[in-house]
């Protein structure tokens, strides 16, 4: 009866009394909420310091551009010519330069002037709104030589080959080994072989073996 009537009195096996207990408890509270708050600033430092260091990244992937190599690399396994012809006889796959798709059917010759333009507008376009986008997407950094590897890949396959939504996605192996990050021989290899099997041309199977082994040791080999 004592302790019912007299609570603050009341003493519990540890010997403190409530009043005791109440102000330890409040002090227990203050240090939870204080450790949860110290790990909610830790976490938001940690989630600050990840991001800049993606962003760090996308401005490293972003600055990677072309190199002369590869330009000479690319223009010596498209061929040239002055002169419109169809790249896919006879399903009038109308090319001109080096490797540009022709769209306009009143276009007949151009001068090498305008053959260097459509060039540099190719791997523009190729690169800043198609390969570049990918890269920075999935938080790829390549090297320099591996980086021009992809750029004649991606020339010769069209820009739409990092598109995984289209039809018969002929992109998805090398893809998913950019993504995986896995760059040792055997996956670039097997990455490599998916577009050197049995329905490739010999000139296709012969360009992916010169980008592979620029892709691997840095080796530019032209046609």
Do not use: C
Not at 103 to 126: V, Y
């Amino acid at each position: 009866m004592y302790t019912l009537h007299n609570p603050v009195r009341w003493i519990d096996p540890s010997g403190l009394s409530l009043a005791d207990v109440i102000i330890e408890a409040a002090r227990l509270g203050v240090a939870i909420r204080e450790a949860n708050e110290r790990a909610a600033a830790e976490r938001a430092a940690a989630q600050r310091e990840a991001a800049n260091a993606m962003a760090a990244r996308a401005v490293l992937i972003s600055q990677l551009t072309p190199s002369t190599r590869v330009a000479e690399f690319i223009k010596s396994w498209e061929g040239f010519s002055l002169t419109r012809y169809d790249a896919n006889p006879p399903h009038g796959d109308w090319t001109i330069g080096w490797g540009h798709k022709l769209f306009d059917d009143s276009i007949r010759t151009i001068t090498l002037q305008e053959a260097e333009a459509l060039f540099a507008a190719d791997m523009n376009r190729m690169v800043n709104t198609s390969l570049m986008q990918f890269l920075i997407e999935n938080d790829i950094l390549l090297t320099q030589y591996q980086f021009d590897a992809m750029v004649s890949f991606t020339f010769n396959f069209g820009q739409n080959i990092w598109n995984e939504s289209l039809v018969g996605d002929r992109g998805a192996a090398m893809r998913n080994f950019l993504i995986a990050g896995d760059f040792s021989e055997e996956a670039t290899r097997a990455a490599f072989s998916v577009y050197m099997g049995s329905r490739a041309l010999p000139g296709h199977i012969r360009r992916r073996e010169a980008e592979l082994n620029m892709f691997l040791f840095g080796i530019y080999r032209n046609n």
